[in-house]
């Protein structure tokens, strides 16, 4: 409870952040803006996704973009604060750090440019040399791609083929498009330009590495582009007509409560309707998830990529060698098999599991995705 609470007070302080950046530029309908934010799918996607540090970026994302548009000769050491902060996160933004110093070659600033570049080796030397010698080995997210793929042609054409648009346009919309609109309005206006390339060095690299690792930016994964897609409206919009602008700004409120109003009846349903189940993927179906008894005396240990999936207010659920300490003995144990999460890999959850198989009373899953099973299942077996 206290990482979910932690996860909703980011998601409360960035909504009023915003309300406080919209009251001191005086930009036209602030409440408005405080709802389309607060309706945004992308981020409400990653709330109704428990418990993941690309969740926590929408704070220093939007404090970011907001800070592209600032006048001070401060900025880009505010900028540097804030793109050091991020890279605390997850592995994946350093490389989003070196991609936005080509902004600066771009813009012929060759010290800027010496400056992000000589930081990201940092942040490089850092998450795979100094860390692991620390804290064990490096987590490799995208195991599964890098072993399984040919990066040729006909992988390129496929991924093109297999990723959801209607899911992307639904996640991305309406905020992705009316930052498509603003800059065609503002075409002409260096400022906006210059602010459009700086979202485009940092979200294309980001949306290619989630297209390759996993075909889509569903759950968690928006959030972080949401954000800037979110802020880089608020700081274009600041130059729109009033007549024009409260007209599309009331359009993209209606929108935005349309495609997310679906979060907040799940989030409604889980904590005031007793609703035993979060938000369920093809990997874990309803005949699965109801089969797990709901008690507060039934312990379930599960893998980083399983966990979101059984957290009930009627189950306790530990992650494996995370957020939680050890217990002497666990009623289930859900693995998944599809890759390396956090802090395991694929290799290790398959030791675990034929660890544990034999100490297990009933399987309810055993295949490539996932190994479920109840059970005894003792501290011998699991931290061996």
């Known amino acids: 409870y206290s990482l979910l609470f932690f996860e909703w007070s980011i998601f ?35 709330i109704n996704y428990p418990i993941h540090p690309i969740t926590w970026t ?48 771009y813009t012929k600033n060759l010290k800027k440019f010496i400056f992000l570049s000589l930081n990201f080796l940092l942040w490089i030397i850092f998450d795979f040399i100094i860390r692991p010698k620390i804290m064990g080995g490096i987590v490799n997210y995208a195991s599964t791609a890098s072993t399984n793929n040919q990066y040729d042609i006909n992988f390129i054409l496929n991924l093109i083929t297999r990723i959801n648009y209607i ?32 979202i485009l060095f940092i979200s294309i690299p980001y949306l290619g590495i989630q297209f390759i690792v996993r075909d889509n930016i569903g759950f968690h994964y928006a959030a972080f582009i949401s954000s800037l897609l979110f802020a880089f409206s608020v700081i274009t919009f600041k130059n729109l007509d009033k007549d024009v602008s409260s007209k599309i700004l009331n359009s993209i409120l209606i929108i935005s409560i349309l495609v997310s109003i679906g979060n907040y009846t799940k989030y409604f349903n889980i904590f005031f309707n007793n609703d035993k189940s979060c938000k369920i993927t093809h990997r874990l179906s309803s005949p699965i998830l109801n089969s797990i008894e709901t008690s507060n005396d039934y312990s379930i240990l599960a893998s980083g990529a399983l966990a979101p999936h059984l957290i009930s207010t009627k189950r306790i659920v530990y992650q494996s060698k995370v ?62």
């Open 58 to 105: 929408i704070f220093p994302a939007t404090l970011l973009v907001f800070n592209f548009d600032s006048r001070s000769k401060n900025q880009f050491f505010i900028e540097m604060l804030l793109l050091n902060f991020i890279c605390l996160f997850k592995e994946i933004f350093p490389i989003i750090f070196l991609c936005y110093s080509f902004y600066y070659l």
């Open 167 to 198: 899911e992307l346009l639904k996640t991305l919309s309406p905020i992705g498009l009316f930052s498509i609109y603003l800059c065609f309005k503002h075409k002409e206006n260096v400022r906006i330009k210059h602010n459009l390339l700086r």
């Open 323 to 384: 957020f939680s300490r050890v217990q002497d003995h666990y009623k289930v144990l859900a693995v998944n098999r599809y890759g390396d999460f956090y802090p395991s890999t694929k290799e290790d959850y398959e030791n675990l599991i034929s660890r544990c198989k034999g100490k297990a009373s009933k399987i309810i899953q055993d295949n490539q995705e996932a190994f479920i099973a109840e059970g005894n299942f003792t501290k011998d077996c699991i931290f061996k």
């Open 12 to 46: 409360v302080l960035t909504a009023f952040v915003v309300f406080r950046y919209i009251n001191k530029y005086k930009i036209d309908s602030p409440l408005c803006w405080l709802f389309i934010f607060i309706f945004t799918r992308g981020i409400l996607n990653a």
